[in-house]
């Protein structure tokens, strides 16, 4: 269902589109596209490691569950991006009226007639919740005591000093903090996408693969 674009009310766009596989499940442009064409106002965010996490979205902490922040882009209006505000009920039955769909809802809720909102919203949830990255040369030093590059433990340091204040956004499961500790970094440890003043800190884990940063895209490679 992720890959479908049956999900949005034209059949344009599925998650996929904006959340690309090959950019860490981001995306390489500046700003994605909704449904009907128009940029949206946010680049889009990374989809790895979701499940290490306690809050999502660029701007709105107040999404304290994935489920929750799965409803933005179903139901978002300025900018749309699925536009179920208006088709919900279309997009349901055209979903429940395809094989694969109504064969899945038949085996895992015997007990419901109709696809609903609800299964929709888990069935993507756990899918993204499997989206997991735990093979980096970062993790390899953190869990089997790899010792990377003397430049790389410097400039994690920096990452996690007092100075740059970088962990103080950038911190939880995909960054380490029992290393932090070790460096003297004075903030305790959040899961990642801890909420600062400007909004949710984005995860760091797969930046070398997504080439657009911040929620306007201002930084690049």
Same mark, same amino acid.
């Given at each position: ?5 049956a %999900? &949005?009310?034209n ?12 950019? =860490?499940? !981001? #995306? $390489? ?8 064409g128009?940029? %949206? &106002?946010r ?9 290490s996490?306690?809050?999502? =979205?660029? !701007? #709105? $902490? ?5 489920a ?37 809802r ?7 007639q ?12 756990t899918f993204?919740?499997?989206l ?17 590059d003397d ?14 204040g970088?962990?103080?956004c950038h ?6 903090w ?7 970094s ?12 400007s ?12 080439q ?10």
């Open positions: 269902m992720f890959y479908d674009r %999900l &949005s009310y059949e344009q766009i599925a998650c996929a589109d904006c959340h690309q596989q090959s950019f =860490g499940f !981001a #995306d $390489s442009q500046a700003f994605s596209r909704g449904a009907d128009k940029p %949206l &106002s680049h889009t965010m990374a989809l790895i490691n979701l499940e996490r306690n809050h999502y =979205g660029w !701007a #709105d $902490s107040s999404k304290g569950t994935l929750d922040q799965m409803l933005r882009p179903l139901f978002n209006a300025g900018p749309v991006e699925m536009c179920w505000l208006d088709y919900e009920q279309a997009i349901l039955s055209r979903l429940d009226n395809r094989n694969l769909y109504r064969h899945a038949e085996t895992l809720f015997p007990d419901v109709v696809l609903a909102r609800s299964h929709v919203v888990e069935s993507i949830v993204e919740n499997t997991v990255s735990r093979q980096s040369d970062f993790d390899e030093w953190l869990e089997n005591d790899k010792r990377p430049a790389v433990i410097l400039w994690f340091r920096l990452f996690a000093s007092e100075r740059l970088c962990s103080r911190n939880g499961p995909d960054h380490g029992p290393w932090l500790r070790q460096y003297r004075p903030w305790p440890g959040h899961a990642v996408g801890s909420t600062c003043r909004g949710t800190g984005p995860a760091a884990i797969s930046c070398a693969h997504t657009k940063y911040c929620r306007d895209s201002a930084l690049h490679v």
